[in-house]
């Protein structure tokens, strides 16, 4: 049987990619190029690329404003890092979400240009740890345990934005 090479998609009006729409469990498919190009895409669910080592995913000018670890992280592994997901083109909403991409320059590598509209058009390698620490911490103000108030703690930013930036520095993790 001959071996699946490319699946074209581009210039579609595709809405959603299911879980399994790329698993192909009788065919070669590794290497796989995958263009899903100018549609309309606003979710991916987990596990669309199941046993597939795929070599390249276009996903340029769609409505993405997001990349969950949960979706793509799988198949960064499954591929050992080899795959190229080509993004431009979408209006990603960077914040704490991205930190597994930010973090990480091997992830970071395999997103082409993944540029954060919230951002300035910045790309997500370029987002301080102070831009991903999420705006709308709330305190609780009593122990529903103790019935009495809590004694208010505060952090300064730059506690958290080193708290954060040392993630990126596994030796000042502790056991």
Known sequence: MPKLQKIDLSNNAITKVYERAFAFPKHDASGLVVDLSNN????????????????????????????????????????????VFWTKNNPFDCDSRFCWIATNQTVSETFNTVLCDNLGNRTVEAITPDCLIPSNITTPRYSRSLGHPLRPVSFRKSQVSTAVRNLRRPSLWRP
């Open 40 to 83: 309309a895409i606003t979710s991916i669910e987990a596990g669309m690329l199941e046993g597939v080592r795929v070599c390249s995913f276009d996903l340029r000018n769609n409505y993405l404003i997001s990349l969950p670890e949960a979706v793509y992280r799988p198949i960064i592994d499954f591929t050992a890092a080899s795959a």
